[in-house]
């Protein structure tokens, strides 16, 4: 159990630094006020969820990958409290394109890596 807790302590602190780190440079590179940050770690975390589990990664990756790195990467919180503050400002198109690319960009990627990491695995 210990080590398992290792593994996802691990992943976790390489994730939130990818995703403090990403955010940070672009929201310096490219600041406006769609969340673009967010909607790109999101939507890459799906896809790198998908690819681990349709490789059929072991149990040691997908705690220190899937629920550690991954699992701090992603933010729903951010996410949620975006969506709030483009409600108060009310940009109701901005937040409604911003909800449907992240909820069916997030299912369609994960899918896709899905089904890649499930073509790599058979390759092995």
Same mark, same amino acid.
């Given at each position: 159990?210990?080590?398992?807790?290792?593994?996802?302590?691990?992943?976790a602190?390489?994730g939130?630094?990818?995703?403090?780190?990403?955010?940070?440079?672009?929201?310096?590179?490219?600041?406006?006020?769609?969340?673009l940050?967010?909607? *790109? =770690?999101?939507?890459?975390?799906?896809?790198?969820? /998908?690819?681990? +589990?349709?490789? #059929?990664? &072991?149990?040691?990756?997908?705690?220190?990958?899937?629920?550690?790195?991954?699992?701090?990467?992603?933010?729903?919180?951010?996410?949620k409290l975006e969506?709030?503050?483009?409600?108060?400002?009310?940009?109701?198109?901005? *937040? =409604?394109?911003?909800?449907?690319?992240?909820?069916? /960009?997030?299912? +369609?990627?994960? #899918?896709? &890596?899905?089904?890649?990491?499930?073509?790599?695995?058979?390759?092995?």
């Amino acid at each position: 159990m210990l080590v398992n807790i290792g593994f996802v302590a691990l992943g976790a602190v390489f994730g939130v630094l990818a995703r403090f780190l990403f955010s940070r440079w672009m929201k310096k590179r490219w600041p406006m006020d769609f969340p673009l940050a967010t909607l *790109l =770690i999101n939507l890459s975390g799906s896809f790198l969820l /998908g690819m681990l +589990v349709g490789s #059929g990664a &072991g149990s040691h990756w997908q705690l220190l990958i899937g629920t550690g790195f991954m699992g701090s990467y992603t933010t729903f919180s951010t996410f949620k409290l975006e969506n709030i503050e483009l409600h108060l400002k009310q940009q109701h198109k901005v *937040l =409604i394109g911003y909800l449907c690319l992240s909820y069916v /960009g997030g299912v +369609v990627l994960a #899918g896709v &890596g899905l089904w890649l990491g499930h073509e790599m695995s058979a390759i092995r």
